[in-house]
């Protein structure tokens, strides 16, 4: 099945600079690729997903990249702010079964320091 | 528009009770999944559902049952508990599996002790 790591596990910037989140899958026959943002006691919710066509997209201060060839993509955060304080988690969308299944990296905790 | 609704949102139980946890939606969603979260370790699929009166093992299925009667509700049952599976349990639904946002819940907290 899809394995999916996810770097670094905890992140802190000063508000106002960028973050960047790394993951890594191993299915090469995954074509989506989200990322969820989950605030404290909350469940995760979808910011901003790419799929296996695209290489970049981008949705205000928030981009995804996508390298199919290395298997990898990222988070871009740009000009912090503490609202973004959160753990994001990125996920693959690989076949299980029959089925296909997002598989979640470990998440990264997000701190933005004012 | 309420979502997805878990309930309890906490529970405490002793190691060989059994509980159920009762996940709502309101979206008409086929598709329905039960996750568990633990520190370190992401969210990993217990089991699934596409669609009512169907469900399939994920990839941590172990000391877990789950029934899909109505298309709206997902119950995930545990027969006996143990101290290994407290965790926070979330339940999601979406309209498609090829690839397509999944709307969660608010998790629930289980302890067994």
């Known amino acids: 099945g899809e394995n999916v790591e996810q770097h670094p596990s905890t992140l802190s910037v000063q508000e106002g600079d960028s973050a960047v989140i790394k993951c890594t899958y191993s299915?090469?026959?995954?074509?989506?690729f989200p990322w969820y943002k989950q605030e404290l006691g909350k469940g995760p919710q979808l910011i901003i997903d790419?799929?296996?066509?695209?290489g970049e997209k981008k949705d205000q201060r928030i981009a995804v990249t996508l390298n199919k060839t290395a298997k990898h993509f990222s988070l871009h955060i740009t000009e912090t702010q503490p609202e973004d304080s959160a753990v994001y988690f990125c996920a693959a969308s690989g076949l299980s079964g029959s089925a296909r299944q997002l598989t979640f990296g470990s998440g990264t905790q997000l701190t933005v320091l004012p | 528009n309420a979502g997805v609704t878990q309930t309890p949102k906490f529970r405490v139980l002793k190691t060989g009770q059994s509980m159920t946890l009762l996940c709502a939606q309101d979206?008409?969603?086929?598709?329905m999944y039960w996750y568990r979260q633990d520190p370190g370790m992401g969210l990993r699929l217990i089991h699934y559902?596409?669609?009512?009166?169907?469900?399939a093992k994920g990839e941590v299925p172990d000391g877990y049952n789950v029934s899909r009667l109505k298309k709206q509700n997902f119950l995930l049952g545990l027969e006996s508990a143990a101290p290994s599976q407290t965790s926070v349990y979330f339940c999601a639904s979406s309209y498609t599996n090829q690839g397509g946002e999944l709307f969660f819940g608010e998790g629930s907290r289980l302890t067994v002790l």
């Open positions: 979206m008409n969603h086929e598709y």
């Open positions: 559902s596409v669609g009512e009166g169907t469900t």
């Open positions: 299915d090469s026959a995954s074509n989506y």
């Open positions: 790419i799929r296996s066509n695209v």
